[in-house]
Nanobody
């Protein structure tokens, strides 16, 4: 039942920016990796970005050069900075933290890119 707390979603025009935040009650400094997934209506949930300890990052081709994943250990928070947003980025975004004991997920936050 325990979930990560997500925030930062909303409605933006194409070309706009948003920053998503995900905060856990457990220290992320002990996590193996942290990441972001998204799911559009009628489609599967896809991985879009991930950061591995200590600081290696991975991005899906569809967001490469536009999205940046980062973390703040002091705040137990992982971020997803999204720039140059496109209509095809519209989806519910979920954060994920992979601990040695298992995975934790956020509740999801809606991102809508539309004119």
């Amino acid at each position: 039942q325990v979930q990560l707390m997500e925030s930062g979603g909303g409605l933006v025009q194409p070309g706009g920016s948003l920053r998503l935040s995900c905060t856990g009650s457990r220290s992320i400094s002990s996590a193996i990796s942290m990441g972001w997934y998204r799911q559009a209506p009628g489609k599967e949930r896809d991985s879009v970005a991930r950061i591995f300890r200590p600081d290696t990052t991975w991005y899906a081709d569809s967001v490469q050069g536009r999205f940046t994943i980062s973390r703040d250990n002091a705040k137990n928070t992982v971020y997803l900075q999204m720039n140059s947003l496109k209509p095809e980025d519209t989806a519910v975004y979920y954060c994920n933290v992979n601990y040695y004991s298992g995975n934790m997920w956020g509740q999801g936050t809606q991102v809508t890119v539309s004119s």
